[in-house]
């Protein structure tokens, strides 16, 4: 099932049941009045969240959801039945937007849950219209129309660490490695068309899939999957050391951030040099030298080395720990 994080609905609430003209007979007695019964009101629209990130992929194909209609009233003076409600479920950290009104919830905790449209009010059956002066009414109203509108949810993922870099940084592995998450992976470009999610030491790490240059202004990947970094607690930046020039690819990253999203340069980060059993401990050590000359904190791993694996997942906890006290 294909990943999707932004979908376009319209929503309606269910309309009210209609008020009706009823009369009131009991046997061996004589006409005793008007007893027609209101509509019941329709039903409402909910969004709730929920802990599934693919939660909006069904709603790819969905144009209209609708709450249930009231019922009508009856005889004897009883009301119909209200529509049951309508629970759009979505992903925890999704947005949502009335588009016509501009409103919008931004549910970040799991089970919030919002009324976003109301459903119509029954209509009144005819004995709302009794009185002394007109003891037969023969009117009764029909229900109102509930509320709808184009809503749009816009999916921003909720992690502890986000891991960002290029494509082949290595960072569907290494979310393998550290959290068994079963993440594709493979020795091309964009390997990771959407983002992963593990968990590790209880806390939730997200693959976010590979930026190039220009991706801020919709190239490659482009502002799809830049959304979720915004979210993220912390940045990880997997740096290949297969590349020409590491301390480049570092840079390119954060200016694609930056044009982004500027705040996105405020969060804690940490840079991580990934495949270093692809080179020698020297050609290591002079990158990891040229970063801490920038005054960066630098920490290499190869996922073929357990003690270097077990090392790094210290350091994120620890990091992580650290930033929610």
Not at 249 to 275: G, M, Q
Request: charged share 25%; aromatic share 6%; hydrophobic share 35%.
């Amino acid at each position: 099932m294909a990943f999707t994080d932004q979908v376009t609905i319209q929503l309606k609430a269910g309309r009210g049941g209609n008020g009706v003209v009823r009369w009131r007979h009991e046997k061996g007695k004589e006409f005793m009045g008007p007893a027609g019964g209101d509509g019941g009101n329709g039903g409402n629209v909910f969004v709730t969240t929920v802990q599934d990130i693919m939660r909006l992929t069904p709603y790819r194909s969905i144009i209209v959801l609708e709450a249930e209609k009231g019922s009508d009233g009856q005889n004897s003076s009883k009301h119909g039945k209200s529509g049951n409600d309508l629970v759009v479920e979505v992903p925890v950290g999704t947005l949502v937007t009335n588009k016509k009104t501009g409103e919008s919830w931004d549910l970040t905790t799991i089970g919030q849950r919002v009324e976003v449209l109301k459903g119509g009010a029954g209509g009144m059956g005819n004995e709302h219209f009794k009185s002394s002066t007109n003891t037969t009414p023969l009117s009764a109203t029909d229900g109102k129309e509930g509320e709808e509108g184009e809503f749009t949810f816009e999916l921003k993922l909720i992690a502890d660490i986000g891991f960002v870099g290029f494509p082949n940084a290595g960072k569907s592995s290494l979310l393998n490695t550290l959290t068994k998450a079963n993440a594709k992976i493979g020795s091309y470009a964009f390997t990771t068309l959407e983002p992963n999610l593990g968990v590790m030491n209880g806390y939730i790490l997200a693959d976010i899939p590979g930026l190039i240059e220009g991706a801020s202004s919709g190239k490659g990947l482009g502002h799809k999957f830049l959304r979720h970094i915004s979210r993220t607690r912390i940045l990880l930046h997997c740096i290949s050391l297969e590349s020409e020039n590491p301390y480049k690819d570092y840079l390119s990253i954060r200016d694609e951030l930056e044009k982004y999203d500027a705040l996105l340069l405020e969060k804690p980060e940490l840079i991580l040099l990934t495949k270093t059993d692809v080179t020698d401990d020297k050609s290591v050590e002079k990158v990891v030298k040229q970063f801490s000359e920038k005054g960066h904190e630098v920490e290499t791993v190869t996922i073929l080395d357990d003690e270097k694996v077990k090392k790094l997942k210290e350091k994120l906890s620890t990091i992580i720990s650290s930033q929610m006290q």
